[in-house]
DNA sequence: CTGTTAGCGCATTCAC
DNA sequence: GTGAATGCGCTAACAG
């Protein structure tokens, strides 16, 4: 009851091993009919190619690892399936990696990934590994697409937009608004940390904070607003780190008798479909999730052919969609 | 600059291969001062281990394969989750497969996986492979989990629940309550149209039932409800497939100016993070997807250890939480 | 406790 | 157009 190889279809067909490995995955290097041939008796014989010797000889285990800090963060999912999808197409394989925002454990993900050969690394947030891991994955010389972010100095390659912008869009957006006592929902990761910077810098000066646990939740977007209206009951804004936290905060607003938007005005994060959907419709920053993925495929696979893209980051930007939760009269 | 394999560490430290071999993946086998000079050479050197090479002579691939029907289906993601977790602690990665509610892509999917050699495979739901394919996966000997749902014969083994026996229990607390004038929202899954199936029969006759195409939303939710409502505007109580689609449900029972749960309940069903934080709060059917997972790695577990778990049929059971939205006075 | 031998299944290199 | 030899990096089986 062993596994059939590529040795059982050449015999079969009576052809050499080659020339059965030929036909099968290189059928234009071959006499037309023995590529038919081989190929009948290969199904006929139930024959599945063991992709783990291919790809030990090619070195190429066509497959990619995600790095994610944890997967019910939903931010991350259309990025998750776009990828999932998308290399599927292109005969790669995803391999999950969860991080839960811990460094040891991101230091371990890509030790394993190297150790599996993977052909690339895409991951969510920027990679922060120890000097010693840092310099095995140089060495492994595998591409690594950071995402969902953007750095000065990425790791290798990136493709995600500017944090610290997409707050001070939120900001002038409520400046323009004319609101002056405004909050910010946050979760504690640390790119929600860089849209808050980016808030306060172009806002001028502080603003009621109330920081929650990652992952975001409609439970905490719930437990924010409360904390934020102690700090201030005269809230006319609130900026939220995540749709999550952000239709938590509308809830809670619901459940105080405060009317959205015009006691409250409430901004998210991340574009989940749900937004335009809510009552009132959600505000939110949209970013181009699946769009994330397809250019970090893209260029991870420019570098496994052996080129490079021509620019090592890309910016994908973002864009304010505004919908009733901020349109007061 | 060739990666560094084992021969280089077995060089650096004067021993053999094989020594070396042991001295990193079973150093009970050696004397311990040899363990720890290898261990040591392997780390100054910057030494990984090619898991693929492993894998091929070991016949242990080390990873498992999770296949869904679509990533954005929230209510898998507790599960997802879990199985990323709880696999990698057993030092198995996880390979995510995509088959979009498609029988072919299911089809090539497994190939793919038997191609991987991968040692388990986890499904959500029940798989349909064609004869020919099924053959090759029965050939391949890798054991497969089908969860979220029981079959009375699985492929393998299973985990899950009795999506008949949740309609049916929903229809019963529907009853109970002295409703007459219900009806279903639902996606076009087929698990969803099982929870249905149970609650028509236990329910004795048909009620109005708006179809939506999956994968479940807010929006749809919201179109589903208006449907509903066409066909009896008296509507008293809807049952929902999904969670997201209980939410849509609220929202546009609120737009319409239907108070919940007075003019009209909603029961949803998955048990997600959002519905105990709406409001009103959504009664919903209690799923542990996680449990699922814990369960499923078990299972696999045992069979890669060569015994078989003593149940190859685990029924987790469910659970009808009420909250609010169904909690009429 | 350690080493030698012999592959795992496939694809690259060279011949013919 | 086809095939023989060789090795990818590692470990199981046996020997010492």
Redesign the pocket.
Known sequence: M??I??????KAA?????????????PG???E???RRVQQVAVEIG????????G????RSHTVAALLPEISVSQFLPTLAALTEGLAAEGYQLILGQTGYDRAREDDLLDTMIGRRVDGIIATGLLMPREEVKRRLIASRIPVVETWDLSSNPFDMAVGFSHLKVGAAVAGFFLRKGWERVGIATGSDQRAEQRREGFLSAWGKDVPTATVPAPSSVALGRQALGRLLEQDPALQAVFCSADTLAEGVLTEARARGLRVPDDLAVCGFGGAEFCAHLLPSLTTVQVDGAGIARHAISMLLQCIEGSRPAENVVDIGFEIVERESTRRV
């Not at 190889?5 to 050449?10: F, P, Q, R, Y």
């Not at 024959?47 to 291919?54: D, E, H, Q």
């Open positions: 062993k596994a190889t590529l040795h059982d279809v050449a009576g052809v050499s091993v080659i020339t059965a490995s030929r036909a099968l995955s290189n290097r071959v006499s009919s023995t590529a024959y599945t190619p063991n992709l783990l010797a291919g030990l000889r090619a070195r």
